[in-house]
């Protein structure tokens, strides 16, 4: 069964940083991609960001795009999300989502099956 476990949520100042890992189970990730997905109040699921496990190939939304970095480790099986620089805007519950067998990112959610229960970023002075 597949399992995904977001960590690393909190109460950060605007400036600070934050790495979100999400933690798959129950299937390696090899041959999928992996999105972070954000919603806040009040606001539909957002893609953030993506990377494709057979390539290392990566998508990020305009708003985060050189502050935040996607990486993983593949002997972990673990998907990381490093924030810097967050902004009061970036508030949310963050998701991460698997997506099988797929070559390409994407940023929609429908196109992911599994999901985490998320995490809670909160970025407030």
């Known amino acids: 069964q597949e399992k995904l476990v977001e960590s690393g949520g909190g109460l950060v100042q605007p400036g600070g940083s934050l790495r979100l890992s999400c933690a798959a189970s129950?299937?390696?990730?090899?041959?999928?991609?992996i999105g972070w997905f954000r919603q806040a109040p009040g606001k539909g699921r957002e893609g953030v960001s993506c990377i494709v496990t057979t390539d290392n190939s990566t998508y990020y939304a305009d708003s985060v795009k050189g502050r935040f970095t996607i990486s993983m480790d593949t002997g972990k099986n673990i998907v990381y999300l490093q924030m810097t620089n967050l902004k009061p805007e970036d508030t949310a519950v963050y998701y991460c989502a698997a997506r099988p067998g797929s070559t390409t990112t994407s940023r929609t959610a429908a196109d992911f099956g599994s999901w985490g229960q998320g995490t809670q970023v909160t970025v407030s002075s």
């Open positions: 129950g299937f390696s990730l090899d041959h999928y991609s």
